[in-house]
């Protein structure tokens, strides 16, 4: 263990050295392989990220007796990027001898042997998790039905072709044949439904290949793919009052678990506060309405910025409305939105006295590509590595949901 996190001390300093190098061998040796990455440069820039952020996690959970579970899940989830046992081999060829080149003189045999192992125990572990699912790789969902507020927000009911077990609250990557190798998550809007089928609530973003292609260009009869459902925001009953806050289509996973609550009330109220840049981004405006009349345990309120102000400055008011509803050590807090938004918000409470255990939320990663957006140079990596992909393999829903 000592060996690895001393090597990979080295390693680290050449971040980016590493990974690119890295890349090169693989595509060079295996041409093949380049097909299952994205091909947009930016997208690649995201995801060389993304492997050494993964590295980082793994060797920091050297130690850690759930680093193995993790690992099998990464690799029942890795099963749709069609990730097959060989490749398996031709990364950690590939890896070694990134870490060789990297680490100049300090790349002995020991430290090589020590690697060696310890990417085996990786390779065995996603390996076995991949092969001992039940799962299907991932999940062919057809386009039911695509309604569209405004230029930018698309609602797109989905019926996957065999059930897609979750819970509400929970969230699910998607994939369209329209931008290739590209995988995003979206949590789901709905609470299940006989008819097993999932809403997704999809922002826009300038830039985002994906989402403008569902938001625009997606139309019914075409077939997605999902990946398994995860995540942690899924509805505590305990005996205390309860704050949902969801800003912009951060209401979709608050939807489905409202529309849970509505079918089996809670014994607590609930307030609900409903954030969005303008009136016409409050594009549920009518249903939660419906709820609010209907259900004697449901308070609303929604919350937009002042006229002609910016649309952050919602946020501005949150804090207000927040701070004079009290009460806050004593109540769980579900909480939604854009990743500032959750950060701030969550900081907020906290100073207001919320407990950090009763204040769920996802990890969210910052979301992109946002224009300006570039690659971590060495200096922001050493100071600051990114966390790993924010999809928690081992987060399910257990199946017999
Ligand atoms: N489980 C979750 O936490 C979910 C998160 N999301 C995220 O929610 C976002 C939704 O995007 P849109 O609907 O376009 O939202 P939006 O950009 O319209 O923002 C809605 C409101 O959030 C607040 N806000 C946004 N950015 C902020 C910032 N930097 N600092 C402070 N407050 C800020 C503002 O009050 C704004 O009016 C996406 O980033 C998406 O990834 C979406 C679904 C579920």
Known sequence: MK?????????ERRAEHAVKFFYSHLFWHNPGVRALFPDSLHEMERQRDRLFAALTHVIA???DGTLRPYLHDLGRDHRKFLVRPEHYAAVGASLLAALAETSGAAWTPPVEKAWAEAY??????????AEGSEDPPWWDAEVVRHLQYGPDIGVLTLRPHLPFPYLPGQYTSVSSDRVPTTWRTYSIGNAP???????????????GRLSTALVRETRPGEVLRLGAAGGQLVFRREDRPVSLIAAGTGWAPIRAMLEDLAERPPDQDVRLFVVARDGAHLYDRPLIDAYAARCGWLAVTYITPAPGRHRNQA??????????????????????????????????????????GRLFHDAVPARGPEPGDRPLGFGEWFLNPPAPHWHNPSARAPRSY
Do not use: C, N
Not at 334 to 348: I, K, M, N, R, W
């Open 3 to 11: 060996i690895l996190k001393s090597s990979f001390a080295v390693v």
């Open 61 to 63: 959970h050297l130690d």
């Open 120 to 129: 085996q125990v990786i390779a065995d572990a996603m390996t076995a998790g």
């Open 193 to 207: 439904r006989p008819d097993g089928t999932v809403d997704l609530h999809v922002s826009r973003i300038d830039r």
């Open 315 to 356: 946020t501005d008011r949150l804090a207000t409305a927040l701070g004079h509803r009290g009460m806050w050590p004593d109540q769980d807090v579900y909480l939604s939105g854009p990743p500032q938004f959750v950060d701030e918000t969550a900081h907020l409470l906290q100073q207001l006295g919320a407990r950090p």
